[in-house]
């Protein structure tokens, strides 16, 4: 029982009869599994392990033994978010913890059932359990065993948003006793959020947590040195000594590679990195992304080169034209990895396709990119870092997409004014589906363009302006003032304002000090039009941000003190501060006891009283409800002693 995945694909309809045990159903998917490779898979793969929270000095322990642990009947946790970064392994990892649990089935008596997200967008994914299964979801109830669901991708919903998976797909009712969930994610996604309350199921008891959160723990060096040994695609050239030598002469890279995919990025791209590596300048995770996008745009022009009469570095910038291309319609569209049909069309709309024949803008993206009617493009599609499944078209990687949109991005800011207001106005990173990962590849191209204009004294450049990059960022917020946005059609207001929120994002993502700008100009920020922007921890000391339109922005973490905020718009804003306890009544009162160990609450007309959960992350837990006054209660303490 397996929804389709980025290796095979098998949904409930491969079993044209549902099994009378669980036995042949274990048989049937351990058949699955053999023609699909799964055991080379494996081979493979390098054992994760995870922490319990996202910075690098929390205990790490294997991944595998918590999850199964998690799984045990005494483990009262219902659901397990497991946040990781981008290719850091969850898929592979869910998609062999499936195939674990059935070669473990005889001593566990639990039934795996995986679901891709990216298969459903918010609306959709809130059944996606009956998709998969159909009728027999109730013919897997009969079985009387327990069932793990593993939501594999949780960000990847297409279109973005969110959804409440256990309780939209009812998993709380008429399934077996046992029955959880695992759902992955990737952590800057779920930032601001009440991951309680958007993973948590919904019990009778709401202080009870039935949420158990882990991350994916970054690569140690004894695990980078177990991938680089048995790599899935070895250079025969490259020995396991000189990699190691590499990392250790650069550990800015050693610390970059620190997850499966980035390893693979670096295999792939180590000869070329030897020679990126010897700038004087940090080396960033664009530039290893970039490093690697130029090894395989040439070994494909290569490959191309000898049955075509155009030259490498012809075909070379005609595949990067067309990746980015290609990235940026998706992302103007809102498709975040892929493309499928007969759903929203997408089109060729990017500014630069002119080195390509431009297609009618009226036809599908699915019928330019798999036709033959246009020989550029079939040309270019061949080499680009591109692939089709089950008539879905996507990147290799979603992180290709991000580091395509950011490419394009960064191109526009050196076009004409009109130009860079089109191209970075097409989306606003901060809507859904979110792209924060667009914004930091972004973020290291302008700290690095900075620190290499520090060395060349020569530029002239406006004060706290660390690089004209900055300047060109500065301006396209500027341009959403409200005078300056006066008259404007609501469609050329809403691409002034999505450009201005995604310098803005970019910006202070990169430590600007919007209080040091606003020394030599105080006004700069008066009266920006910036719907969506990330401004978490932003560095806002006595700006003045009257008649601004901050509406929905993030705001975790910023530092407003003596900040002018009179007649500005914050409707929406996310302060990511969220009750950890919830009543039913309104809470009228609260006190702690002297030692701190013990709260009461008073709600509505009962007295609740907590104790904290030793070593459980601050979670407290009911120990009883004191009911029976007819009125409200408005105050509490605790006696003295």
């Known amino acids: 029982v397996t929804a389709a995945n980025t290796t095979a694909s098998a949904t409930s309809s491969t079993i044209p009869e549902f099994p009378q045990t669980a036995e042949d159903l274990r048989a049937i998917w351990l058949r699955f599994a053999k023609s699909n490779k799964l055991d080379q898979l494996e081979h493979f793969y390098v054992p994760l392990d995870c922490q319990k929270h996202s910075h690098g000095d929390s205990t790490c322990q294997p991944l595998n033994i918590t999850v199964m642990d998690f799984l045990a009947p005494n483990v009262t946790q219902r659901v397990m978010l497991l946040q990781g970064d981008a290719g850091s392994g969850k898929t592979l990892f869910t998609l062999l913890f499936e195939k674990w649990l059935w070669e473990q089935y005889e001593s566990r008596k639990i039934i ?83 991951l309680e309350a958007l993973f948590g199921p919904d019990v009778p008891d709401p202080v009870a947590s039935q949420l158990e959160k882990w991350f994916v723990a970054p690569f140690t060096h ?67 992304y970039q490093t690697f996008v130029e090894g395989w745009l040439q070994k494909q022009g290569e490959k191309l080169e000898k049955i075509t009469n155009l030259a490498l570095p012809e075909l070379s910038q005609k595949f990067a034209l067309f990746s980015r291309s290609f990235a940026f319609a998706m992302f103007k569209k809102g498709g975040y990895d892929q493309v499928r049909s007969p759903l929203e069309p997408l089109f060729l709309e990017i500014p630069g396709m002119s080195n390509l024949e431009t297609p009618d803008s009226h036809n599908d993206i699915l019928t330019i990119l798999l036709g033959t009617s246009d020989s550029n493009v079939v040309l270019a599609r061949q080499g680009s870092p591109l692939r089709l499944i089950n008539g879905s078209v996507s990147f290799l990687h979603p992180s290709f997409l991000e580091y395509f949109v950011a490419d394009g991005l960064w191109k526009a800011l050196q076009q004409s004014d009109d130009a860079v207001i089109e191209v970075w106005g097409a989306r606003c990173l901060g809507r859904d589906p979110k792209m924060p990962a667009v914004t930091a590849f972004l973020v290291d ?11 060349n004294t020569s530029k002239d450049l406006p004060i706290n302006c660390r690089s004209q990059s900055d300047e060109r960022l500065l301006w396209l917020i500027k341009q959403s003032k409200r005078e300056r946005t006066a008259g404007a059609s609501s469609e050329r207001l809403t691409m002034i304002r999505n450009a201005a929120s995604n310098a803005l994002s970019v910006l202070n993502r990169s430590g600007f000090l919007f209080s040091l700008k606003a020394c030599s100009d105080p006004t700069f920020l008066q009266g920006i039009q910036v719907p969506h922007a990330d401004l978490s921890m932003a560095q806002m000391w006595a700006v003045d941000l009257a008649d601004a339109n901050l509406s929905n922005c993030s705001l975790v973490g910023v530092k407003l003190s003596g900040a002018n905020l009179s007649r500005c718009n914050m409707a929406g804003v996310e302060f990511g501060q969220w009750a950890m306890l919830k009543f039913d009544r309104g809470v009228n009162a609260v006190a702690l006891s002297r030692g701190g160990e013990r709260m009461a609450v008073a709600a509505g007309n009962a007295l609740h009283l907590l104790s904290r959960i030793p070593g459980n992350d601050g979670k407290w837990q009911r120990d009883r409800v004191l009911k029976g006054d007819v009125v409200a209660i408005n105050s509490v303490a605790w006696s003295p002693d």
């Not at 594999?152 to 008429?174: C, H, I, P, R, S």
């Not at 191209?445 to 060395?455: F, M, P, V």
């Open 445 to 455: 191209r302008l700290l690095k363009e900075a620190a290499e204009q520090r060395e």
């Open 222 to 288: 004894k695990q980078i040195d177990a991938y680089l040994s048995n790599s899935q695609e070895p250079d025969a050239n490259v020995t396991l000594a000189e990699y190691t030598a590499f990392l250790k002469a650069n550990p800015e890279v050693r610390e970059l590679v620190s997850t499966p995919f980035l390893l693979k990025i670096f295999v792939g791209a180590f000869p070329r990195l030897k020679i990126a590596t010897t700038s004087s300048f940090s080396f960033t995770r664009n530039d290893l």
């Open 112 to 194: 795996p059932v995986r679901i891709e997200m990216r298969r459903y967008n918010a609306t959709t994914a809130g059944s996606c359990v009956t998709d998969v299964l159909g009728d027999k979801a109730s013919k897997l109830k009969e079985l009387g065993l327990p069932v793990v669901f593993i939501f594999d991708g949780y960000n990847e919903l297409a279109g973005g948003g969110f959804t409440k998976l256990w309780d939209a797909n009812q998993l709380g009712k008429n399934w077996p006793e046992g029955t959880k969930a695992i759902i992955t994610c990737r952590p800057e996604y779920l930032a601001g959020k009440s």
